[in-house]
């Protein structure tokens, strides 16, 4: 696996359909395996409310922390 759950992660490419930008900051809440690798990754706003949370393939995130 390349990330595990937790880890701080942000977009390499715009996700318009969740309203997500490119270079946007998320948590990875899930990681799954099957049927192949992706994460749900969680975004929330500066107040901590959850904005957008949907899977995403590894190819399109880049770890931020830790």
């Known amino acids: 696996m390349k ?3 937790l880890e701080v992660v ?3 490419v715009s996700f ?7 270079d946007e900051i998320g948590t990875i809440v ?3 395996t099957i049927p192949y ?10 107040n901590g409310v959850t904005r957008a949370m949907f ?6 995130l880049e770890r931020v922390w830790p």
């Open 3 to 5: 990330f595990g759950e």
């Open 10 to 12: 942000k977009t390499t």
């Open 16 to 22: 318009p359909d969740e309203g997500i930008e490119k």
């Open 30 to 32: 899930i990681a799954f």
């Open 37 to 46: 690798e992706a994460y749900e990754v969680e975004f929330a706003d500066h």
């Open 55 to 60: 899977p995403i393939l590894p190819e399109h």
